[in-house]
T-cell receptor, first 108, second 114 residues
Framework: GIQVEQSPPDLILQEGANSTLRCNFSDSVNNLQWFHQNPWGQLINLFY???GTKQNGRLSATTVATERYSLLYISSSQTTDSGVYFC??????????FGAGTILRVKS | ETGVTQTPRHLVMGMTNKKSLKCEQH?????MYWYKQSAKKPLELMFV???????ENNSVPSRFSPECPNSSHLFLHLHTLQPEDSALYLC?????????????FGPGTRLTVT
């Protein structure tokens, strides 16, 4: 099956800093989603981005499907950005495969 | 609020108990999913229901029994669980159209098996 690798596994930022999270996947995908999991376990949809670039406030994402990677950019980070960021892909049908996540801590 | 609700939010049960987790989606979707998130492991897909029919069972032990009575409701019936089944159980839903399957998740049920 498809493999999804996220990097870095852990990231500590000072408030106001920018960061880039990466997601590599081993095969062609029909769907790619980025999620933020808050401390209470809720998965919040950030982007549905099988290809191209999208922006939502301080967050943006780019997926280069032909090169099998996606990037999530966080600018001017805030303490509320802390949590775990997951990339998940669909190889076929509607079976979503998750990466291991990036744990982000933003310090004030 | 994502439009997907789960109850209960927390559950503690003994290994001989029988309990059920409930999920309801208010998004008009036609596919629903159960995922398991254990400590230090990636989220794992357990079951998929498309149009109320189970289309995926990801080698889940029979002590987990799903039920999808309609496209808005999904249950996970639990019996004779093991301590290693303690985890966060997440429900999700999506619309199935073409190849687009953006999934939306509920808040999860944190299960502890004693």
């Amino acid at each position: 099956g498809i493999q999804v690798e996220q990097s870095p596994p852990d990231l500590i930022l000072q408030e106001g800093a920018n960061s880039t999270l990466r997601c590599n996947f081993s095969d062609s995908v029909n769907n790619l989603q980025w999620f933020h999991q808050n401390p209470w376990g809720q998965l919040i949809n950030l982007f549905y981005i099988p290809s191209g670039t999208k922006q939502n406030g301080r967050l943006s994402a780019t997926t280069v499907a032909t090169e099998r990677y996606s990037l999530l950019y966080i600018s001017s980070s805030q303490t509320t950005d802390s949590g775990v960021y997951f990339c998940a892909v669909v190889e076929y049908g509607n079976k979503l495969v998750f990466g291991a996540g990036t744990i982000l801590r933003v310090k004030s | 609020e994502t439009g997907v609700t789960q109850t209960p939010r927390h559950l503690v049960m003994g290994m001989t108990n029988k309990k059920s987790l409930k999920c309801e989606q208010h998004l008009g979707h036609n596919a629903m999913y159960w995922y398991k998130q254990s400590a230090k492991k990636p989220l794992e897909l357990m079951f998929v229901y498309n149009f109320k029919e189970q289309t995926e069972n990801n080698s889940v032990p029979s002590r987990f029994s799903p039920e999808c009575p309609n496209s808005s409701h999904l249950f996970l019936h639990l019996h004779t669980l093991q301590p290693e089944d303690s985890a966060l159980y997440l429900c999700a839903s999506s619309q199935v159209r073409g190849s687009a399957y953006e999934q939306y998740f509920g808040p999860g049920t944190r299960l502890t098996v004693t």
